[in-house]
C-alpha cells in the first residue's frame, strides 16, 4: 500500500471547552456523603490484606474507619504515617492491582471498597482543611543529608529524614520539583497544580532545602556529596528512553511519549498543544496507555497502541487497558513495528509486522505486515538508566541499574538510593516512596543508632 | 390467596396493620390518605380532654440514629397528644368513620386522673362511631410532668382504676397501652386485665436522648440551647417491645389476653413475628413516617405471600405459635451441643470471626494454616457461643452445626442425647431432688 505525502499535525482540533472537559479529573473526588458510605462497606479485616498488599503498609482500615467516624483529617495521619505522599498516590497508584485487588470484597462481589477515591477523600480534606503539618521535627540532629531528586523517592526520603532531626539538601536538576509527578503523570490525573501543593506540604516539616537546577554530574559530584555530606540518597529516576532502532526515528512526528506527557503537563494552554490527526503509540506499559489516552483527549481522531505481546503480557493493568478502549483507543496485540514512511522529514507511516511465540517462547516477526497512515508515532517502550552522573564514585550496578540491598544502602557505605533508578522495583510512585523512607530510616540508624 | 382479614375485639379490620397513635393519625386529611393507601385500621392521635388545646415546642420536635447511608434507625420526639381542638378531632373521627366502615378507628385518649374527666370524655367519643378506645398511659415527656401518660403507666393502681371507670362509662372495648418505662412490663398488664381492659397495646415510647450536639453540648433535639428527654421508636426499639410482648404472652396471669403489637416495625416480617408471639394487630408509626403510606402494600403483600407459602390461610393459623419456645434461661437443654463450622468456600478472609473469638471469646478460631490465611474452628476450643457467626459478613458462611453423638472435643465428655436443664443440674444449689 502506498502512504499518502503529507502529515496533518495542528493545534486547536477541539474547542477550548472540550479541552477543559478532557482534561478534568478522571476521578472526581467523593463527596462527605459518597465517602461516609464508602467507608462503611469496609469490614476492618484482620490483618487487612489490602494493607499486606500496600507497598507503604498504610494501615488502610484504620484510616477508613476514621473516615466512618466522621475524621478525615486524622484518617489522613494516619495514612501520612506511612506515605507522606499519600495525597498523590490516591490519584495515581493502580489500585485496581494494589490494595483493592486484594480487598476481601473483590472476593466477595467484584465491587472492592474504592480505597483509592477514600485515601483521596481523606488527604484532600487534610490538605484543604489544616494549616499545619501533621508531624513535628526531633531534635536537631546535626547531621546533613544529600538527596539527589525530587521525585517521589527523594521527597520521601527527605521527608523521613528531616522527622528525625536531620537536615537534608535535594539537588534536582529541572526547574520544578517532584519528578514525575510533575512531568511524568497524566494530566486527568493531577489536576489543578497539586504535585507543587503536595511538594509544598512535605517540605513544611522545615529542615529542608530543594535546591532546583543543580544536577548531579554536571554541577556536583557523587564524590564530593560523599565527603561533604553525612550520608547520600540518590532519587535519580530513568532519565533516558529506549529507541526503536529503525530508520527515521528522528523524523518530524516520531515522539518520545514520556516528552510529549512533560510538555502536555507543563502547558498553560493545552489548544495551543499540536496533535496528530492518525497517531501511533508503541508499547504495553502506563506510558502507553498515558499518552494514547491523552492525544486522543486532545483530538486525535484515530490512535493505535501497538504492542508486540498479547493483552495478558501488558504492563498496564486491565483496567487501563479498557480506560483506554473505552475513550476510543485501538489496542492492536501482537505487533511490532517493523518500519517507518517518512516523506519530506516527517513520518506519514508505519509498518507493522505480526509477531508470535515460537516454540521456545521467543518473540518472533511472522513476516506479515500491516502499514498505517500516521501523522506521529510515540515511542513509549521504556525508560533507561543513565549511569553518567554516578561517576566517580564506585556504584555497583545490575543492569544499569543501581543495585542495593534490602535496606537501599549502595555498595558504597555512605550511599543509598531508591525508586526507579534501582534494580528490582517496579517503577511506581508508590514503591518509589517506600524506597525512600526505608532508606530513610536505614540512614537514621546509621547516623544514629 | 391468604385472608389477612382480623377480628381484634370484636372490631373487624381488612388486615391486621393499623397505624398508631401518632402524627399521621392526627387528622382526617392524613387517615383518608392512610385507608386509600390500604391500612387495616387507625388508632387516632391521641385526644386530651374539653378546653384549650396543648400547646407544642415551636422548635424541632425529632432527634434520630442513623446508619451511615442516613437510614433511619431510631426517632425520638418530644411531640405531645394532639394540639387540635377537641371538638374538631371529634367531628373528623364521626366522619371518616361513617366514609369507610370497613376500616377499624380506635380513639386514643388521655386525660386527667379523675373520674370525672374520663366521665366528661368517653361518651363524647363513643358518640363518633368508632370502634374502641386505645388509653395512652405511654407518652413519656410533657404530659407525664402533668400527671399523665406514663407517670399513669408506671402506678399499676393508677391503670386498674382508669380501666375499670372506662368499662363502666362507656361500651367500647376498651386496649390500655402500656409504657415500657418500667422495670417488669407484667405488673402494669395484669393491672389492665384486673381493671377489665379488652387488650393491651405496647409498646409506646421509650424515655431516651437520641445524642448530644457536641457544638453546643445539649441533647437532640435542642431548643434554644436545651433538650429534654424524648421518646424513642423505631427499628432499634423493636427487640425491646418483642420481649414485652412476649412476657405477658407467657404470664400466667395475662395469658390470653389479646395484645396488639407496637414497635419499630418496619416490614411484613417484623409484623409476622409480633403475630407469633400472639399480637393479634400490630400498629405501625415510625416506618409510616419515613417512608409514607404505601409502605402497607408491601406489608400486607408481604404477609400473604409468606403465609401462602408457609400454608397458612388465616392469621390465626400462626398467630401465637412462637410463645410456647420462650421460655427461662433455666429451662434450657444444657445438653445441646454446637460447634461452629466455616464454609471455606463462601469464606472471603476478612479475618472478622478470627478476632472476635480471639481478642473477646475463646481462642477458637485460627487465622493463619501452612502460612497462609486461613480461618477454621478449633472444635476443642469452640464454646459455640455463635460470636463469629453474628460478625460474619457472608451469609451462612459460618453456621452452628450440632453435635448428636460421639464426645465434645472441648469438655472430653460424651454427648448425652436426653435433655437436661439447670434446674436439676449438680452445680446448683437450689437443684430440685428427683420426687422418688
Ligand atoms: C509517563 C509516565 C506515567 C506514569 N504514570 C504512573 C502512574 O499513573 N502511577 C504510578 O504509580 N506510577 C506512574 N509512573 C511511574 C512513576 O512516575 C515513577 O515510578 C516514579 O515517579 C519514580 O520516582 P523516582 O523518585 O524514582 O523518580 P522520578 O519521579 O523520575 O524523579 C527523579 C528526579 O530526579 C531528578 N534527576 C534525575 N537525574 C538527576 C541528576 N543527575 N541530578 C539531579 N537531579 C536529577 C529528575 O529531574 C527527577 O525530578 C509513570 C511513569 C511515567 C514515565
Ligand atoms: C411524633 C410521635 C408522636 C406520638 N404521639 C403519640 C400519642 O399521641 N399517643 C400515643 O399513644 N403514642 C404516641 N406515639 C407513640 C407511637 O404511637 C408508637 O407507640 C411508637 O412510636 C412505637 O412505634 P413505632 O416504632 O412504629 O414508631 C408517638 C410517636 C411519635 C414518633
Ligand atoms: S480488605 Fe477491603 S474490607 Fe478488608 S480492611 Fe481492606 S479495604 Fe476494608
Ligand atoms: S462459636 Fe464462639 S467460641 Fe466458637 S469459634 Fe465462634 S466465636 Fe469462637
Ligand atoms: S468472618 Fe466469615 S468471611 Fe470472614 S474470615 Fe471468618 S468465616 Fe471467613
Known sequence: ?449 | MADLSTNFLGIKSPNPFWLASAPPTDKAYNVERAFEAGWGGVVWKTLGEAGPPVVNVNGPRYGAIWGPDRRLLGLNNIELITDRDLEINLREITEVKKRWPDRAMIVSIMVPCDEQSWKAILPRVEDTGADGIELNFGCPHGMSERGMGASVGQVPEYIQMVAEWCKQYCRLPVIVKLTPNITDIRYPARAAKAGGADAVSLINTISSIVSIDLDNFAPMPTIDGKGSHGGYCGPAVKPIALNMVAEIARDAETRGLPISGIGGIQTWRDAAEYIALGCGTVQVCTAAMTYGFKIVQEMTQGLSDWMDEKGYATLADFQGRAVPNVTDWQHLNLNYITKAKIDQDLCIKCGRCHIACEDTSHQAITSMVDGVRHFEVMDDECVGCNLCVNVCPVDDCITMVEMTEGTDPRTGRPIDPDYANWTTHPNNPMAKQAAE
Not at chain 1, 10 to 37: C, G, M, Q, W
Not at chain 1, 287 to 307: C, F, P, R
Not at chain 1, 415 to 426: S, T
Open chain 1, 1 to 449: 500500500m502506498t502512504v499518502s505525502e503529507t502529515s496533518d499535525v495542528k493545534a486547536r482540533r477541539l474547542s477550548s471547552a472540550d479541552y477543559a472537559d478532557n482534561f478534568s479529573d478522571i476521578h472526581p473526588p467523593l463527596t462527605p456523603h459518597e465517602a461516609l458510605v464508602e467507608a462503611d462497606r469496609c469490614y476492618f479485616c484482620y490483618d487487612a490484606p489490602c494493607m499486606t498488599a500496600c507497598p507503604t503498609s498504610i494501615d488502610i482500615p484504620m484510616f477508613i474507619r476514621k473516615i466512618q467516624a466522621g475524621n478525615p483529617v486524622g484518617s489522613a495521619k494516619t495514612i501520612f504515617d506511612e506515605n507522606i505522599l499519600g495525597g498523590m498516590c490516591a490519584r495515581v497508584c493502580p489500585t485496581e492491582t494494589l490494595c483493592e485487588e486484594a480487598c476481601v470484597r473483590e472476593a466477595a462481589e467484584g465491587k472492592p471498597v474504592k480505597i483509592g477515591l477514600l485515601q483521596r477523600h481523606a488527604t484532600d480534606t487534610f490538605m484543604e482543611r489544616e494549616q499545619s503539618h501533621p508531624f513535628q521535627r526531633a531534635a536537631p540532629t546535626g547531621k546533613k543529608i544529600a538527596v539527589v531528586g525530587a521525585g517521589p523517592a527523594g521527597l520521601s526520603c527527605a521527608h523521613r529524614l528531616a522527622t528525625h532531626g536531620h537536615d537534608v539538601t535535594i539537588f534536582e536538576a529541572r526547574e520544578k520539583a517532584g519528578g514525575l509527578n510533575e512531568y511524568g503523570i497524566a494530566a486527568y490525573k493531577t489536576t489543578n497544580d497539586f504535585a507543587q501543593d503536595e511538594v509544598e506540604f512535605v517540605t513544611e516539616i522545615g529542615g529542608i532545602n530543594i535546591e532546583n537546577g543543580k544536577a548531579l554530574g554536571r554541577d556536583v559530584t557523587l564524590d564530593q556529596l560523599a565527603s561533604d555530606y553525612d550520608a547520600v540518597f540518590l532519587g535519580l529516576g530513568l532519565p533516558g528512553v529506549n529507541a526503536l532502532g529503525m530508520e527515521g526515528e528522528d523524523a518530524n512526528g516520531v515522539v518520545d511519549a514520556v516528552d510529549f506527557i512533560g510538555v502536555l503537563r507543563q502547558a498553560e494552554d493545552l489548544s495551543a498543544l499540536e496533535v496528530g490527526r492518525r497517531i501511533v503509540v508503541i508499547g504495553g506499559g502506563m506510558t502507553a496507555i498515558d499518552a494514547a489516552m491523552q492525544s486522543k483527549l486532545l483530538g486525535a481522531e484515530e490512535v493505535t497502541i501497538a504492542y508486540r505481546r498479547g493483552q495478558e503480557h501488558m504492563n498496564a493493568s486491565l483496567y487501563e487497558q479498557e480506560l483506554a478502549q473505552t475513550h476510543g483507543v485501538v489496542i492492536r496485540h501482537w505487533m511490532m513495528p517493523n518500519s517507518l514512511h517518512v516523506s519530506n522529514g516527517a513520518v506519514t507511516g508505519i509498518t507493522l509486522e505480526r509477531t508470535e511465540l515460537d516454540a521456545s517462547g521467543k518473540l518472533s516477526g511472522t513476516g506479515e505486515t500491516v502499514t498505517l497512515e500516521v501523522d506521529q508515532v510515540f515511542k513509549a517502550i521504556g525508560q533507561t538508566p543513565d549511569a553518567g552522573p554516578l561517576a566517580g564514585a564506585d556504584i555497583a550496578l545490575e543492569k544499569g541499574r543501581i543495585r542495593t540491598d534490602e535496606a537501599r544502602r549502595t555498595s558504597h557505605p555512605k550511599i543509598w538510593a531508591g525508586g526507579d533508578c534501582i534494580a528490582g522495583g517496579e517503577d511506581l510512585t508508590v514503591v518509589s516512596v517506600e524506597d525512600g523512607k526505608i532508606a530513610a530510616e536505614s540512614i537514621h540508624q546509621a547516623l544514629i543508632g
